[in-house]
């Protein structure tokens, strides 16, 4: 067994702990930064009382809030032109994944010329960018600890992410209150991603101890707590564990990656702009059912950890059956949809081969996937989905 292990920089978290990025704007040394957020967060007004917060500090503020749900290389040039001119020394990233993704690419477009598109791959990166931190107003993507920024260019609808060490966030604010206004179908989905996440870092090839701690202690809590966060969105203390949650997840997505289910969701969002998250829960048991007679044990204990615990002389391939069980369970229950056609974005299975060739693009998921995927494997896939 041979690995490394990875951590974004510093992570604080708790109730009320958002009021804090300011301060840290301060400590990291920089006069001035830029708010990369959406409209929601303008409408909702959060984007404002961060920004005072940290005009408190003696900081210079500028808001960009046109990110779109799916964040495009577009987008993101015009909010490093904004950068740029204004030549911020922070970057900090308010919302969900798409921001905090958005908020990365700026931070490091500050300091490398040109567009974002010339840094989509692995390592492209040349120099550091300026100072960011992370504040997520969702609980699922772990954006906020991981090293990718995935944007859609808009030009042939492929999704594609900078990875780069540089993308580290230098700092997160976990404020588990923030997420408290997030609509149930938000909460549903992202925390799914957040389940996708965990899971596949933990039936990854690249799984390692310290991603395997992680993983557990995510889809103990989804298993536990994601019900509750959607169905009853005041109760703190749902808030505050699928925020738990979703940062292991994150942690351990940034130590084992992800696997076939966030390549053939890909497809999904590029094409036919079907959210993330939403995206993912929906393969997720399907992947999880063809995957699993390549790790039964993973599987088997997977299952447990979200509530379906293994019988004592049950055999592991039959226990690592009610982890796609456990998550079509999920799914249901969350109300989430649970077909392709459910999706009602217009996929049929004429599309299924173009949406196939651009899973298979997405290489390093592939890559670490428990089973070996060709093509029609991917076709086999959304036909069950369908
Ligand atoms: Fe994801």
Redesign the pocket.
Known sequence: MDFSMFMAGRVSFGPGVSAKAGELVKAAGAGSALIVTDETMERLGVADRIADQVRKAGIEVAVFAKVEPEPSVETTDAAAALARERKVEAVIGLGG?SSMDVAKAVSVLVTNEGSAANYQGLGLVKNPGVPKIMIPTTA???SEVTFTA?LIRKSDGVKGGINSDYLYPDMSLLDPELTVSMPPHVTASTGM??L??ALEAYTSLKASPFSDMFAEEAMLRIGRWLRVATFSGKNIEARREMMLAALFGGVA?ANAG?TAC?AL?YPLGGMFGVP??TA?ALLLPHVARWNAPASPERFADAASLLGYPQEEDEPDHVAAGFCAEALGDLVEDLGLPATLGDLDVGITKDRLDEMAEKAMGVAKPMENNPRIMTKMDCVTIYREAM
């Open positions: 994944g699922g993507t772990g995935v991603d957040a996708a996440h997505l992800v966030h969701a993330h998250g993912n």
